[in-house]
């Protein structure tokens, strides 16, 4: 997809002293953030205990959803209930042991089902992702490696009509809101991806989504672009957040260290939730788990990210392998992966593919940092005027870690955006 790269908003270092920043978190979204506040003049530190690329998005499906901003909640969602806890093996499922815990979030998670709340969260999310290529264009192009967003667009595969028929008022919410997508009948399907021609009658095209091809390496060549660039990465943990007269002053890490900084963002995914007394916020984020199987050697070429709708997950070529997997498993606080999930997964994938070679398979587990509303939190601390909030991401970080990126980068340097923020605050809840 071309994208016109935005100006670079950075800052002449001999006019301007350099602000200090640190980024808590080095997933997708952290390491946009600290991208883009490196971009706009600030020396950068960024913090996470692991290993560049080893966060939850290694473990996404790579794509660059940019409709996918329906809510996870839809009407008739409370009659599904029942069926996700008798059934582990469906693409949603509720374990029975999360359900006590779990009950506020899902209370929240149902009022969202209502049409117009439907509505409401689609058009929010809409003027998010219809900056995203714009906003990913100059990090990509800082990167060694110019190919890390593939070209081809995704598709999305149904058993039968009726996934189709079921999909077409999200469709046409989608296309109001400039999203376009193609019908595709089995010859269409067969003539893109010939592994999966004959099997599917019924799909669609989505000409404006793109896939990564290495989510592991995407995210490694963005750390590798950002230490390039002056940028200093922490291999630890942020313990917690240092006051000082009202406002952050710096992070005190795991490793004993302590990081000073006139700036703090909290980019952690599901691990913010440590810092919510320090930001002075109660915010329903979940950890929704999501399953992979990467099969090396699989014995059969698919070319596009495909979505198997009613297997609720998807084929996405990378460079590591077919990485099978996606659906959706509430299972609670600490609870222990489930493989046996993506075992399900690999069985039906099997079934569409009898080809497929599982010799060589490694599992992954990937916990989304979900609030319930399925919009992410971009926002400034109330209690600390100097901390900053990118986290909840839900089923779409990968694809809004550069917009969330420029938009921290923004409220930090207190540039004025066209951007509503409001939709993803902190305080909505
Ligand atoms: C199966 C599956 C499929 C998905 N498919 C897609 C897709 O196709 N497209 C898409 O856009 N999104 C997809 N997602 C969602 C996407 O992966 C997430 O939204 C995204 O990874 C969230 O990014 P993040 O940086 O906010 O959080 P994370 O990726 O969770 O990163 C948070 C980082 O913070 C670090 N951290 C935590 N606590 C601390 C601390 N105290 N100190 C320092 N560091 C800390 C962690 O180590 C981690 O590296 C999918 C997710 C799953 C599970």
């Not at 490694?220 to 630890?236: K, N, W």
């Amino acid at each position: 997809m071309n994208a016109v790269p935005r100006e670079s908003a950075s800052r002449d270092p001999l006019r301007f002293p350099q602000e200090t920043a640190v980024v808590i978190g080095g997933g997708i979204v952290g390491v946009c953030c600290a991208l883009y506040l490196q971009r706009s003049g600030h020396a950068v530190t960024l913090i996470d205990p692991e290993k560049p690329g080893n966060s939850t998005a290694k473990w996404s499906c790579g794509q660059m959803a940019v409709s996918q901003v329906i809510p996870l909640s839809k009407p008739g969602i409370l009659m599904k209930i029942p069926g996700w806890l008798m059934d582990q093996k469906g693409p949603l499922a509720l374990r029975p042991s999360a359900l006590p815990g779990i009950i506020p979030w899902f209370f929240r998670f149902l009022m969202c089902a209502r049409q117009s709340k439907i509505v409401d969260i689609a058009q929010s999310m809409a003027t998010l992702t219809h900056e995203v290529y714009a906003d990913y264009a100059p990090l990509l192009e800082a990167c060694d490696d110019k190919a890390l967003m593939g070209e081809l667009p995704i598709l999305e595969v149904f058993d039968s009509p009726n996934g189709l028929t079921h999909e077409l008022p999200h469709l046409e919410l989608r296309e109001s809101l400039g999203f376009k997508s193609q019908r595709l009948n089995a010859k269409e399907i067969g003539d893109l991806e010939p592994a999966f021609a004959g099997k599917f009658a019924h799909g669609l095209m989505f000409p404006d989504w793109r896939a990564v091809s290495d989510t592991e390496g995407f995210i490694a060549a963005l750390t590798d672009s950002f230490i390039a660039q002056g940028g200093r990465r922490i291999q630890s943990e942020a313990r917690r957040i240092v006051e000082s007269s009202g406002r952050a002053s710096g992070v005190d890490l795991a490793n004993g260290e302590s990081v000073s900084a006139q700036h703090v963002v909290v980019a952690a995914g599901t691990g913010a939730r440590r810092f919510f007394g320090a930001l002075g916020v109660s915010v329903p984020l979940e950890g929704i788990a999501g399953y992979q199987a990467v099969v090396r050697n699989p014995g059969v070429e698919i070319r596009h990210s495909t979505i198997y709708a009613d297997g609720g997950f998807c084929f996405t070529p990378m460079t590591r392998g077919l990485q099978i997997g996606g659906t959706i498993e509430f299972a609670g606080d600490g609870a222990k992966p489930n493989f046996g999930r993506a075992d399900i997964i690999l069985e039906k994938a099997r079934r569409v593919l009898p080809e497929l070679n599982t010799a060589d398979v490694e599992y992954g587990v990937g916990y989304r940092p979900f609030l319930p509303d399925t919009k992410p939190i971009i926002d400034r601390s109330r209690r600390l005027g100097n901390v900053f909030m990118a986290f909840g991401h839900g089923q779409l970080g990968l694809t809004l870690g550069a917009t969330t990126g420029r938009l921290i980068a923004d409220m930090v340097a207190g540039r004025s955006s066209n951007q509503n923020l409001a939709p993803f605050s902190a305080y909505r809840f």
